[in-house]
Nanobody, 125 residues
């Protein structure tokens, strides 16, 4: 059974930092492309960042470039999202997701097969 479990969310002031983790079980992440998405109230789920199965390629939405860093630890089978210089508009529930390598575009939620339950990130102004 595949499980993705996010942690690390919370309440932080604007300009602060958080590190999200996504612990994966039931699959080996170095055979999967991985992504982070977020969903704010009343809005659609949007792409934040993705990392290819080898860890060599990373992708970011323009609004987080230079502030967020996606990474993976194959030994711990865990995905991370380091978020710095947080802004109130980053407030959302953050989800991690996985898809077998070589699939469709990583920018779209429909491309992913497995999802975590989400972790809330709230940035106060």
């Amino acid at each position: 059974q595949v499980q993705l479990v996010e942690s690390g969310g919370g309440l932080v002031q604007a300009g602060g930092s958080l590190r999200l983790s996504c612990a994966v079980s039931g699959l080996t992440i170095n055979n999967y492309d991985l992504g982070w998405f977020r969903q704010a109230p009343g809005k659609e789920r949007e792409f934040v960042a993705a990392i290819g199965w080898s860890g060599a390629n990373t992708y970011y939405v323009d609004s987080v470039k230079g502030r967020f860093t996606i990474s993976m630890d194959n030994v711990k089978n865990t995905l991370y999202l380091q978020m710095n210089s947080l802004k109130p508009e980053d407030t959302a529930v953050y989800y991690c997701a996985a898809v077998k390598k070589g699939g469709e575009s990583l920018y779209y939620p429909r491309s992913y097969d497995y999802w975590g339950q989400g972790t809330q990130v709230t940035v106060s102004s």
